[in-house]
């Protein structure tokens, strides 16, 4: 059973326009969801986070749209740039869960210049 | 920012050998631990380390899986016997503290199991 679901499986856009990769969940419990980004042949990293308490989160080109009662979140990146092409990741974990994080499958992007 | 490393990046070896996986954590980190993804396959939690314990392991940390970090050295994933299902991707990771922090990952070692 998947509990984290990302969409779609790649993404390709051209530089400048917005990017809009989703991911859904199936458990209740879960309340944090960080992205992870990974450029190949390195770990993932933190990109930006949110908690179920919030509908939005924001840094700087990236944002992060979560509607709770769907169990959807959604992470876009404005003003794509070409070193923004990298496997994002979503993933959650319940309060208390001792960072035991489900990550989805993934979504590469690539960005054209 | 911190780094996680992770030695080797690839292994190699037969079934039914042993193989020792290691983590060289960020220095003033207290908890550990261990993904595993297979090829085109999320990854998934097996297990998190503090203080000399594990704290909790998932269903895919088989009884041939054992972890440990000696005298504060290279947090280590052994498995002994390997199994063909055990070639995949192994990510380390490491925090300050244990509830949604960040986890900062190392860059994997890739297992092969003939």
């Known amino acids: 059973q998947q509990q984290v679901r990302q969409s779609p499986q790649s993404l390709t856009v051209w530089e400048g326009e917005t990017a809009i990769l989703n991911c859904s969940y199936e458990?209740?419990?879960?309340?944090?969801f960080p992205w992870y980004q990974q450029f190949p042949g390195e770990g993932p990293a933190l990109l930006i986070a949110?908690?179920?308490?919030?509908d939005k989160k924001e840094d700087g080109r990236f944002t992060i749209f979560f509607n709770k009662r769907e169990k959807k979140l959604s992470l876009h990146i404005t003003d794509s740039q070409p070193g923004d092409s990298a496997t994002y990741f979503c993933?959650?974990?319940?309060?208390?869960?001792?960072?035991?994080?489900?990550f989805g499958q993934g979504t590469v992007l690539s960005v054209i210049p | 920012g911190p780094k996680v490393l992770q030695i080797p990046s690839h292994q190699i070896i037969d079934m039914g050998q042993m193989v020792t996986l290691n983590c060289d954590p960020v220095?003033?980190?207290?908890?550990f631990y261990w993904y595993k993804q297979i090829l085109g396959q999320q990854m998934e939690f097996l297990v998190n380390?503090?203080?000399?314990?594990?704290?909790?392991k998932s269903k895919l940390f088989k009884d041939q899986f054992s972890v440990e970090r000696p005298d504060g050295s290279y947090f280590t994933l052994k498995i002994q016997p390997t199994a063909l299902e055990d070639s995949a991707v192994y990510f380390c990771?490491?925090?300050?503290?244990?509830?949604?922090?960040?986890?900062?990952f190392g860059s994997g070692t890739r297992l092969t199991v003939l």
């Open positions: 990771a490491s925090s300050l503290a244990h509830n949604a922090e960040t986890l900062y």
């Open positions: 458990n209740s419990a879960f309340d944090y």
């Open positions: 949110i908690r179920s308490v919030s």
């Open positions: 993933a959650a974990s319940p309060t208390g869960g001792n960072n035991k994080l489900t």
């Open positions: 220095s003033n980190h207290l908890y």
């Open positions: 380390f503090y203080n000399g314990k594990v704290m909790e």
